[in-house]
């Protein structure tokens, strides 16, 4: 709080000083323009593709600015895009399979989080020293054992399939039990001895501390789920169950050069991450600097 | 007596806790692990019974020219590295002037990690149009500009242009993200009283930069560096499968490519699985010297 009141207060001696913009300030925000044209112009270009007409996506006579503003609004290729390959379906899948996976992430690591953090019992140091070692072993090494399970269950090309595999990560566990041991352990010491239950204390004290950690380990699970490509690429095969990325890739197999209906399904396809995103910023931000911190 | 009661209670109870995620975890990765190491020392095809081959595997490995070559391109691909890591601090000491706006520039230059997926690599598909894309457009204007009909490259589909693209494309993709907010939470832990004593010194931006704030960031950028290089063995699957298909002549293809295609196309799981532990050795490897060499480049 001191610190932060004397940072504030230098903050605003320095800014006094300052004249309302410097030659410096110049620079600086010429550099943060060139770099946020240059992050946004590609999604300009996308947005401005999704609405044309097909025909003039590849003409000679087109007027330059004409790729970056949008000045014909063809909404048919958002009903076409939507309406060629079962994109609702797509969609539907997306959603219940990340939701899936992002709540059984989320459950069953801050359960085990907490046995890790707070509890007492034999194996735990190994255990826990299991799940470290596993963290930097490639997905790629335990990808084709796991495939050739779920073959031996008859389980491709289920939903099953594609949520199971991503729920139980050392990686959330870890995470959570990192942000737990950070916890004064005053307030369930006391709750013990006013007779408090094990579960009890996780879920009425410690859940409700830990808000940022599961926010943010909701976050990155949800989107990593949303983007998930190859897996679900590996295991499914009908058509019907694709989610988003997979349905997108089937889509442009089908459509190759269609280009006004892919940036139509790219810009529906991005739209829902992008709400999150506005809305979850702050969490993203606090949640990258929780895992930098640890390396 | 009631204090042992205690501990079995606790100790049941912590069984009780791990069990949904450890016997996941056992399932989906322990054993696998193992597994993975068992199949990379047999021959399988799925639809036959496994034979155990021994080394044969990795003697095959050492002599499949392919597998260098996509050793070559994913190494190549990585050069994105250090020009993502020079863009992320460039634009962490930019918004770290704490000038009007920097939440908003923060926000989008974060846009593609966020959106980075299949959505975004259709959309480089047509950036990287030879004829229409945004660069060759580029290059045409500059032409007319100068005089000279200039023309660009096939980038997706000619051999020496598709690596360039694909790293062109990802440091576009990184420069804004993970690394940049944790440069700028790094720039952000720099005391202040430093740069209030080298001021005093005469030291001008330059000299304070190179003296103070980059020796105080170098645990951070140990950290991106290594993590990306860490990824960057395991990269290159979804971009490649989009926009080249690992081609042209296999110029794009990667270790995790070749995976794929070794298990689930072609169904030799062994070879795959000896490929996948080829790549662990590597990325164990280089985890063992950031261990080694982070007491000792590391400035605090």
């Known amino acids: 709080m001191n610190s932060k009141s004397k940072e504030s207060a230098r903050h605003q001696l320095t800014s006094s000083k300052r004249k309302p913009l410097a030659l410096s300030d110049i620079g600086i925000y010429a550099v943060l323009i060139l770099g946020a044209i240059t992050m946004v112009a590609p999604f300009l270009w996308m947005i401005t593709t999704s609405l044309k007409n097909p025909g003039d996506v590849f003409s000679y006579k087109k007027i330059w600015w004409h790729d970056w503003v949008p000045v014909s609004f063809v909404w048919r290729n958002y009903v076409e895009a939507w309406n060629v390959v079962p994109f609702a379906r797509f969609y539907l899948n997306s959603i219940f399979v990340v939701a899936l996976t992002t709540f059984g992430q989320v459950a069953t690591s801050a359960m085990a989080a907490y046995a890790f953090a707070r509890l007492q019992f034999p194996g735990r140091n190994q255990i826990f020293f299991s799940y470290l070692a596993t963290m930097m072993i490639p997905g790629a090494v335990t990808m084709i054992p796991v495939f050739i399970l779920l073959r031996q269950l008859g389980w491709i090309d289920t939903y099953k399939a594609m949520i199971l595999p991503g729920i139980f990560t050392a990686y959330g566990t870890f995470m959570l039990r990192q942000f737990f041991l950070t916890l004064p352990k005053d307030l369930e010491d006391a709750a013990m001895i006013d007779g408090c239950s094990y579960f009890g204390i996780f879920w009425k004290i410690l859940l409700p501390l830990s808000k940022p950690a599961l926010a943010t380990l909701t976050i990155f699970t949800f989107m990593g789920s949303w983007m998930n490509f190859m897996w679900p690429l590996i295991v499914m095969n009908s058509e019907e169950k694709y989610p988003l990325p997979v349905g997108l890739a089937y889509f442009q197999s089908l459509h190759h050069t269609d280009w006004t209906l892919l940036m139509a399904g790219s810009v529906m396809m991005i739209l829902p991450i992008l709400v999150l995103f506005i809305f979850g910023q702050r969490y993203f931000v606090e949640g990258i600097k929780l895992t930098g911190i640890k390396g | ?300």
């Open chain 2, 1 to 300: 007596m009631s204090g042992i009661k205690n501990k079995t209670k606790e100790a049941i109870t912590a069984y009780l806790f791990l069990a949904p995620n450890l016997i996941g975890f056992m399932i989906f990765t322990s054993i696998p692990v193992i597994a993975s190491l068992a199949l990379s020392f047999m021959k399988w095809d799925l639809f036959s019974p496994p034979q155990l081959v021994g080394f044969e595997n990795f003697n095959a490995l050492f002599r499949d020219s392919y597998f260098w070559q996509y050793c070559w391109n994913t190494v190549y691909l990585m050069m994105a590295i250090p020009f993502s890591i020079a863009g992320s601090l460039i634009l962490a000491l930019a918004l770290n002037q704490k000038l009007k706006g920097m939440v908003f520039f923060r926000t989008v230059y974060f846009l593609p990690t966020i959106c980075s997926g299949v959505a975004i690599y259709m959309l480089w598909r047509l950036v990287y149009n030879p004829d229409f894309g945004v660069f060759n457009m580029l290059i045409a204007k500059f032409g007319d500009l100068i005089g000279v009909p200039l023309k660009g490259p096939f980038w997706l589909t000619d051999e020496a242009w598709a690596k360039p693209a694909l790293i062109i494309m990802s440091v576009w993709q990184t420069v804004g993200g993970y690394n940049m907010i944790l440069y700028l939470a790094a720039l952000q832990g720099v005391p202040r009283d430093f740069y209030e004593a080298a001021e005093i010194d005469g030291a001008n931006s330059w000299q304070k930069f190179w003296a103070i704030t980059w020796p105080q960031i170098s645990p951070t950028t140990f950290f991106i560096a290594t993590m990306s290089v860490i990824g960057g063995f395991q990269a290159g699957f979804d971009p490649a499968y989009i926009m080249t298909g690992g081609g042209p002549n296999g110029s794009t293809t990667t270790l995790i490519y070749y995976i794929f295609n070794n298990a689930f196309k072609w169904h030799q799981m062994g070879y795959a699985a000896a490929i996948s532990w080829v790549l662990f050795l590597v990325i164990f490897a280089v985890t063992l010297a950031k261990w080694k060499l982070f007491s000792k480049t590391v400035h605090y």
